[in-house]
C-alpha cells in the first residue's frame, strides 16, 4: 500500500532573525539610550534582543519602558500585561552597602564628596534645629500623634519600616498628622523624625506609597541627609568648603568666600569628635588627589536622581513612577528621563536578580 504523501513546510526565516538579535549588544543600545532615554526604537531594540535571548525580565522591563512611552506593539503590550506589578515587591533580603553603591547610585553622585558631607551631618543637623529653634521655625510634634509601627494600621505608616528594612536603612521615628499638608516630610530633630500628612494618607495606592517612601528614605542616608536641611546649591557649596577648611585649615580661598565660611567651621568644629576632624583631614588629601574639583550643582541633581531610583526599586512599576513625576517636573523631566534609562539598565536588572524580584522565564 502506497505511503500517504504528507506535506512539510519548515520556515527558517525566524531562526535566523533570533540568532541575528540574540547576537547584538545590549550595553551597546543601552548607551545610546543613556544620550536620548526617550527613544522608542532603542527600548524596542532593547525588547528583540532580551527576548531573543530568553531574559524575560529585560525584555519586560524594555516594555514598560514603551508602554510608558506610548510606543508599544502588540507583542510589547502582551509581555508588559504578563508581568506589570499588581502587588508589592517580596524580595528575599535587603540592599546592602554594596549594592547601593555598584547598582542603585548615579554615576555623577560622587562618593567622596559624599562622605565629606556625612562627616558634618549631625553637627549641621544640631545648628539647623538650634537656629529653627531660636527663630520660633522648629516643628515639634506632639507626643500624641508618634505612631507604634508594630501596632499600626494606617497604610501609609506601615509603608515606611517595610521600605526601610528593603532598603536596608534605619526606620525613623513616626508621627501622623491628619491635617499637615504634607506627604511624607522630614523634620529636623536630634534625632530626626518624619511627618506623615494628609497627601499620603487617602488617595494614594499602594504602589504610589511605596515610590513615595522609597525616595523619602534615601534622603536618611548620611551621605546625603544635609540635602534635608540646606538644599540649595549656594548653601551646600559653603558646607562643603567649611568641611574642606576644617581637614585643612589653611585652604587657600578668596576672601569673600572665607568670610562666609570660616564662622560656618567654626560652628560646625567645636561639635565634632576627634576621629570625624581626623577623617575629614584624610578626605582632604584625597580630595587634593582626585583633581581638587566637584561640581555641587550636578552632585545635588543625582542624588536626586538616586532617591527616584530608589522609589522605583520599591514600587516596581515604572508607570506608577513617571505619573508621581510627572506631577511634579511635568512630562519627560529629568527624574524620568533618567528612570526611564535606569529602568532599561543592566544594573536595575542585576539588582532585582539580588533581590529576587526578577521576572522568570515563564513570566
Known amino acids: 500500500m502506497p505511503q500517504a504523501a504528507v506535506n512539510v513546510e519548515v520556515d527558517l526565516t525566524d531562526l535566523e532573525s533570533n540568532a541575528f538579535e540574540a547576537g547584538e549588544d545590549p550595553d551597546e543600545v543601552w548607551r545610546r539610550l543613556r544620550r536620548n532615554p526617550t527613544s522608542a526604537e532603542g527600548y524596542r531594540q532593547l525588547f528583540r534582543i532580551q527576548s531573543a535571548r530568553g531574559d524575560a525580565d529585560a525584555a519586560f522591563r524594555a516594555s514598560e519602558a514603551l508602554v ?150 534615601t534622603w536618611y542616608r548620611q551621605e546625603i541627609y544635609v540635602k534635608t536641611l540646606f538644599s540649595a546649591v549656594p548653601d551646600l557649596e559653603d558646607l562643603f568648603l567649611a568641611a574642606l577648611t576644617i581637614g585643612n585649615p589653611g585652604l587657600p580661598i578668596a576672601e569673600d568666600m572665607k568670610r562666609r565660611v570660616t564662622p560656618i567651621a567654626q560652628a560646625i568644629q567645636p561639635m565634632l569628635e576627634p576621629q570625624h576632624i581626623d577623617a575629614l583631614r584624610g578626605c582632604f588629601l584625597r580630595f587634593v588627589e582626585e583633581g581638587g574639583r566637584t561640581n555641587l550643582q550636578r552632585w545635588s541633581a543625582s542624588t536626586d536622581k538616586t532617591a527616584a531610583r530608589a522609589g522605583l526599586v520599591l514600587c516596581g512599576d515604572l508607570g506608577t513612577a513617571l505619573a508621581l513625576l510627572e506631577a511634579e517636573e511635568g512630562p519627560q523631566g529629568e527624574l524620568a528621563k533618567d528612570l526611564l534609562w535606569f529602568s532599561a539598565s543592566d544594573r536595575y536588572g542585576k539588582l532585582r536578580r539580588q533581590l529576587g524580584v526578577a521576572k522568570a522565564a515563564s513570566s
Request: net charge positive.
Open 68 to 217: 510608558a512611552l506610548g510606543a508599544a506593539n502588540a507583542d510589547e503590550q502582551a509581555c508588559f500585561e504578563r508581568g506589570r506589578a499588581q502587588t508589592l515587591i517580596a524580595p528575599r533580603g535587603s540592599l546592602s552597602q554594596a549594592a547601593w553603591h555598584d547598582f542603585l547610585f548615579h554615576p555623577e553622585q560622587e562618593l567622596l564628596t559624599g562622605q565629606i558631607f556625612s562627616l558634618i551631618a549631625p553637627a549641621v543637623l544640631v545648628g539647623r534645629v538650634t537656629s529653627l529653634r531660636r527663630d520660633g521655625k522648629l516643628h515639634q510634634p506632639s507626643p500624641e500623634t508618634k505612631q507604634d509601627t508594630a501596632k499600626a494600621t494606617i497604610t501609609a505608616v506601615r509603608a515606611v519600616p517595610w521600605a526601610a528594612a528593603i532598603l536596608g536603612l534605619a526606620c525613623p521615628t513616626l508621627h501622623v498628622e491628619k491635617t499637615r499638608d504634607c506627604g511624607f516630610e522630614h523634620i529636623p530633630g536630634v534625632p530626626p523624625c518624619t511627618v506623615i500628612g494628609k497627601r499620603v494618607l487617602s488617595g494614594k495606592s499602594q504602589l504610589e506609597q511605596a515610590f513615595l517612601v522609597g525616595r523619602h528614605l
